[in-house]
């Protein structure tokens, strides 16, 4: 007999968990189905370790490199294995308070193992037999391998097995210049490693901030080439990767972080009558439902932006909608996105070569962050904002900073773009003297003035 439920999510990561506790609050029974690990990508392997790392590395790093006379600089060695264990140990506290306790207060029930359809509404969870009156599957993404020649004869690391090193590499070459690139590179480096990333670096971001960032990268040592890599193999103990330049570069070790593809192929979807794109996504419409109308889709899994949050809202949205047949969107404007490097870099919104691709016309500008005190008493100028705005109205399209505390300060970014305010607007909010905010005031401010002109605070 199969056990009957109002609403199983596939999947235990931010979106199922979303929609779980947003099907309990329309008073629906919920069975979470998990074959792995309970609480998904972000707390396991992505957002949560990765952060935790990074300000490791970081930690190290300015100890090594302080910024301020008559501070000593240290050189003592790094226990990796000791942070590792600190890491394991925030991970696991997390994944039991904010999955594992929260499943038990709202009463899911957590089906372990690997579901797959027998029909549009019924699925096997490796013996079990389930059904319900709607799924929203939330199986997420996983790192994917591109088509390099010697790929396969290789060993090769991931963003998954790269923060599970207990050694700093000795020379980590990685290919793919995205966030997962730049982020684990700056921190293998900034522990020690001889870092090469092969690949545009932060390729969908404003050019004056990738720029930026690629020249503060290079400047702690990494070595960056923006070729695209066609060939790896053996060298010895070490790998050697070969681009479609002819340049050779030869490590230790090979980090691949180019890309995610979509944890579908066990599901059996074709059974249920829920497509997919040619890279296996999860086709929706924008009430995240699939070809099966009692089918929907959340997360990583559908192909859009790969974010915990827009991942938890969609997954809101899918249970509202499949339980009520409501018409719950989730709407991107303003969506934000940080790089975690140092600086970080982050965005709100569009790039001015979106604005103009969607119609617009636009007026930008670039203020360095030498023009911003909070930068200056910091002894750290690396980066800039750039505000993309629509010429005439002065609607503030898109944000985009490079500095240290970026991910913070873009708040106000989406504050503004959401809020339909202009670079006047901006221009004329308060902002507190010597915060990183005040560069978006600035920026706003040279719309119109020259700021090198201004007196503190004026």
């Given amino acids: 007999m199969a056990e009957r439920f109002d609403l199983i999510a596939v ?3 931010g979106a199922a968990f979303a929609a779980a506790i947003r099907a309990h609050d329309l008073g629906a029974s919920v069975a979470i189905v998990e ?4 609480g998904g990508t972000c707390v396991n392997v992505g957002c949560v370790p990765s952060k935790a790392l990074l300000a490791a590395a970081d930690a190290v790093w300015h100890a090594r490199h302080p910024r301020f006379a008559g501070v000593p600089a240290t050189s003592g060695g790094v226990d990796l294995a000791a ?25 899911f029930e957590i089906v372990v193992g690997e579901a797959r359809f027998t029909d549009e509404r019924t699925i096997d969870v490796d013996g079990r037999t389930l059904t319900a009156k709607a799924f929203v599957i939330a199986t997420g993404a996983e790192p994917a391998f591109p088509d390099l020649v010697g790929i396969g004869d290789v060993d090769v690391l991931t963003s998954t097995s790269a923060m599970e090193l207990n050694e700093v590499p000795e020379h980590l070459v990685i290919v793919g210049g995205g966030f997962v690139g730049l982020e684990q590179g700056q921190l293998f480096a900034h522990l020690g490693a001889k870092v090469t990333i092969i690949g545009r670096v932060a390729p969908h971001a404003e050019p004056e901030l990738a720029q930026r960032l690629a020249e503060a990268l290079t400047d702690e040592g990494l070595t960056l080439i923006a070729e695209r890599a066609t060939t790896v193999d053996r060298d010895g103990s070490g790998v050697r990767v070969t681009t479609a330049a002819g340049t050779t570069i030869t490590g230790s070790h090979l980090l691949v972080a180019t890309g995610r593809r979509p944890r579908t192929a066990a599901l059996d979807l074709a059974v249920a009558g829920v497509e997919t794109d040619a890279a296996g996504f ?3 419409d924008n009430q995240q439902r699939s070809t099966n109308p009692v089918v929907y889709a959340a997360g990583d899994v559908t192909g859009g932006p790969q974010f915990v949050y827009v991942a938890s809202a969609q997954g809101a949205a899918a249970a509202e909608n499949a339980l009520t047949r409501g018409e719950q969107r989730v ?4 969506l934000p996105d940080v790089i975690f490097t140092n600086p970080q870099l982050a965005a709100a919104g569009l790039t001015e070569a979106q604005a103009q691709a969607s119609g617009f016309q636009t007026d930008s500008r670039v203020l360095e962050l030498d023009r911003v005190p909070r930068a200056l008493v910091s002894q750290d100028t690396r980066g800039a904002v750039k505000l993309v705005a629509e010429a005439g109205s002065g609607r503030i ?3 985009h900073l490079l500095a240290a505390g970026a991910g913070d300060v873009i708040l106000a970014g989406v504050y503004a773009i959401t809020q339909g305010m202009t670079v006047t607007d901006l221009a004329s909010t308060w902002t507190p003297y010597l915060t990183m ?9 040279s719309y119109t003035q020259d700021v090198r002109k201004l007196s503190c605070c004026a």
């Avoid at 709407?331 to 303003?334: A, N, Q, R």
């Fill in 282 to 284: 999860i086709k929706t």
């Fill in 331 to 334: 709407d991107l404007t303003g």
């Fill in 397 to 399: 399209l898109g944000v």
């Fill in 83 to 107: 942070i590792q264990a600190q890491k394991r140990h925030l991970v696991g506290e997390l994944r039991q308070g904010k999955y594992v306790n929260l499943a038990a207060d709202y009463g």
């Fill in 437 to 445: 905010g005040e560069a978006l005031r600035l920026a706003a401010q």
């Fill in 35 to 38: 074959r792995a690990t309970v």
């Fill in 11 to 13: 999947g235990s990561g």
